[in-house]
Nanobody, 121 residues
Framework: QVQLVESGGGLVQAGGSLRLSCAASGRSLSSYTMGWFRQAPGKERKFVAAIRWNGLSYADSVKGRFTISRDNAKNTMYVQMNSLKPEDTAVYYC????????????????WGQGTQVTVSS
């Protein structure tokens, strides 16, 4: 019923920037929490950032470098990633849930397919 599609990943040098997009379809997500998670090879999926209508949340590892936003008219969420580091390399996933902002990936209901971000030294 809800589909999420990420785009905007790619290869960038350390210190560079990327902007990821997550386009939702199937229903309006204007009242939902939407978030970004990332997973590096062999590691657990980790929280990056999330946004609802009344708040934002960032992982400490990205605070000050990443900015999450959304355009409800387009049913789309974004993350602007600046000052990228090699440790940011991962598959980035868009997720959504009808409840409050949380960093717990297990309670998000909808997931995109992921987009690869690679940061070189």
């Amino acid at each position: 019923q809800v589909q999420l599609v990420e785009s905007g990943g790619g290869l960038v040098q350390a210190g560079g920037s990327l902007r990821l997009s997550c386009a939702a379809s199937g229903r309006s997500l204007s009242s939902y929490t939407m978030g970004w998670f990332r997973q590096a090879p062999g590691k657990e999926r980790k929280f990056v950032a999330a946004i609802r209508w009344n708040g934002l949340s960032y992982a400490d590892s990205v605070k000050g470098r990443f900015t999450i936003s959304r355009d409800n008219a387009k049913n789309t969420m974004y993350v602007q990633m600046n000052s990228l580091k090699p440790e940011d390399t991962a598959v980035y996933y868009c997720a959504a849930r009808s409840g409050i902002i949380t960093s717990d990936s297990t309670v998000y209901d909808y997931w995109g397919q992921g987009t690869q971000v690679t940061v070189s030294s």
